[in-house]
């Protein structure tokens, strides 16, 4: 097979790159170099993200900059800022031993005059999201006349996110007789009409069929009645102990409501959407990246351009309204020749539409069965066993405890002892899914009709209605004391932000959960007893987004440990049980705006 010094690489680029593990070309870069190397012809190259991409335009980028000026030669235009960021950094690694090489990244959401004061210094690549790109422009920050190179990356996402105009306005000003380089999951209408205004003579590279997915991919879909979408979704999670997935919504409402619901059923989880802050979507997603989320819920728009390694499923809560954008939700997973799930929960009116996204994308779907709380058991249970058997032992951390454990253990058999051991983890599943109903719908079955499968236009009632909620049970026993917090909506303080506060602050996920009530201004959230003084502590001097905020008992009522709406936030109690969840209380009639529950 070929390598990377058969190619022909800089010498320096090539200890750049042997230093993270590259050795052997992907399907995409060997396709693409050797046509770069040896040639001007501009390019239109179809592949799936996460095909390695950057580093097949970014290596011969490099290779071929003058080094004996500092004129600006190469432009690469992203969707987002968090590709833009990556993409310069990847390319600074790749140059790490040609000091020559200057690469500074311009976004939106940024200090401007930071990223002015980069680019007096020089810039030999810019690496650029079209809207700043334009804005800096205009101002006559950049000089693109000298412009060798220009990559437009995640084309379709440039052109689906609205900043076609933009990219118009900047292919113009750009020297006209650059190389243009164009990469893109999908070949429309939009990406065909660009080659030919924009390009000479493209020469067109497909890694697999063209608009098909990722080979490493493979494709489910379930059927479920729409109330108990939620349910199948945690099935499915609670199926794949070691998941890390995002999971797709529709809109921001579902996605905030997703994500509310997984924070307080105990999943390290949390929402990715359009109201966010910059700053607020930049703390959630390096707590993804660091796996200290394992569930991201987001939309299609706030997930574009994330650049996210080794996730194991992609989630399909609601399938896309755009077929074409079922390929970049899947192409999250199934990156860098790992394997990836990406899996659809659709009710009986919807299956349609998988016949639509396998002829579009040529790829056929597998229809899965929602596992059974029996099967999710079993799953756990044999997790449980291999986590003991992999677990890494401190033997001088333990040893002068052992004396004491060994005495009061001796009355156990082995047998006994391995029981007891595998029970502490095992039996909430256990509990969770005792006498767990069949979420799957059977199509054959005698009296199944579309009236029964309202798909999703019934769903948000069903949603309201938690009459077949899952609803994921407090630790046995134990009191709960009310806290206060003095932010609220108009700090746009939702439920799952308020748990990540209390796991960062802590920094202990062992604290039970139980109603959480988000009012305008204030906050009340219900602590397990025992940890209320550790929340008061870690809580003393902070703040939030710049403002100071006070915590405090709310008052001395307490309630037991039975009651409904909590959670357990240990990820170790994931899972919920089958019993129905009482109705939630009618909205008061004399009042405007009914306070949310979560």
Excluded: W
Aim: glycine share 6%.
């Amino acid at each position: 097979m070929i390598t990377f010094k058969d190619l022909e690489v800089d010498s320096r680029i090539l200890q750049a790159i042997t230093e993270l593990g590259f050795e052997r070309p992907m399907p995409v870069q060997a396709e693409v170099l050797p046509i770069l190397f040896s040639s001007e012809t501009d390019m239109v190259a179809l592949a799936q993200t996460g095909t390695g991409k950057t580093a097949a335009f970014g290596i011969p980028i490099i290779q071929k900059l003058d080094l004996t000026n500092k004129d600006t030669e190469a432009l690469v235009l992203s969707p987002t800022r968090e590709l833009c960021i990556q993409i310069a950094n990847d390319l600074s690694v790749y140059s790490k031993y040609i000091p020559q090489v200057t690469v500074v990244p311009v976004y939106g959401g940024a200090s401007i005059e930071m990223q002015q004061k980069a680019l007096l210094k020089g810039a030999k690549i810019i690496v650029a999201t079209p809207g700043r790109m334009l804005d800096l422009l205009k101002r006559g920050n950049i000089n693109l006349s000298n412009l060798q190179r220009l990559v437009l990356d995640e084309a379709d996402e440039m052109l689906n996110m609205g900043f076609k105009d933009d990219l118009d306005a900047i292919l113009e000003r750009a020297s006209s007789d650059r190389q243009t380089l164009l990469f893109s999951a999908t070949m429309s209408k939009e990406i065909a009409a660009i080659a030919k205004n924009y390009m000479n003579d493209p020469v067109e590279i497909t890694i697999g069929e063209k608009n098909s997915s990722s080979q490493n991919i493979r494709h489910f879909y379930c059927l479920t009645q729409p109330r108990s979408r939620y349910l199948a979704l945690k099935r499915i999670v609670d199926f794949y102990p070691d998941i890390y997935s995002i999971i797709f919504c529709r809109t921001k409402m579902d996605t905030q409501e997703v994500a509310a619901e997984l924070m307080r059923d105990g999943y390290n989880a949390d929402a990715l959407h359009g109201d966010l802050s910059q700053a607020q979507r930049d703390y959630v997603m390096s707590r993804f990246r660091l796996r200290n989320i394992q569930i991201l819920v987001a939309t299609d728009v706030a997930a574009r351009g994330l650049d996210v390694n080794n996730l194991t499923h992609v989630i399909n809560y609601n399938l896309p309204d755009d077929v074409e954008q079922y390929t970049h939700r899947s192409g999250r997973t199934g990156r860098a020749d790992k394997q990836g799930i990406s899996i659809a929960i659709l009710g009986a009116r919807d299956k349609h539409k998988i016949f639509q996204i396998e002829k579009k994308i040529n790829t056929k779907f597998t229809q899965m069965h929602i596992p059974t709380g029996e099967e999710v058991c079993k799953k756990q249970l044999f997790k449980v066993i291999e986590n003991i058997e992999n677990v890494d032992l401190n033997e001088t951390e333990i040893q002068e405890y052992f004396p004491v454990i060994s005495k009061r253990l001796e009355f156990m058999s082995k047998d006994e002892l391995i029981k007891r051991v595998v029970s502490v983890e095992f039996n909430r599943f256990l509990d969770y899914y005792r006498d767990a109903k069949d979420l799957n719908v059977d199509e054959k079955a005698e009296g199944h009709s579309d009236k029964r499968d309202r798909g999703d236009r019934g769903e948000r009632r069903d949603r309201g209605e938690r009459g077949d909620r899952e609803r994921s049970p407090r630790r046995s026993g134990g009191k709960f004391t009310r806290i206060a917090f003095g932010l609220g909506y108009k700090d746009k303080i939702v439920p799952q932000r308020l748990i990540g506060m209390i796991n960062d602050f802590t920094r202990n996920r062992d604290i039970a959960i139980g109603k959480i009530d988000i009012q305008d201004e204030i906050s009340y959230i219900e602590i397990s007893d025992q940890h209320v003084k550790d929340v008061l502590d870690a809580f003393q001097k902070a703040n939030y987004r710049g403002k100071r905020f006070g915590v405090e008992v709310a008052n001395k009522n307490r309630r037991s440990g039975s009651s409904s709406g909590s959670s357990d936030r240990n990820r170790g109690s994931r899972a919920g049980d089958d019993r129905d969840r009482r109705k939630e209380k009618p909205r008061d009639k004399d009042k405007g705006k009914p306070k949310r529950r979560f």
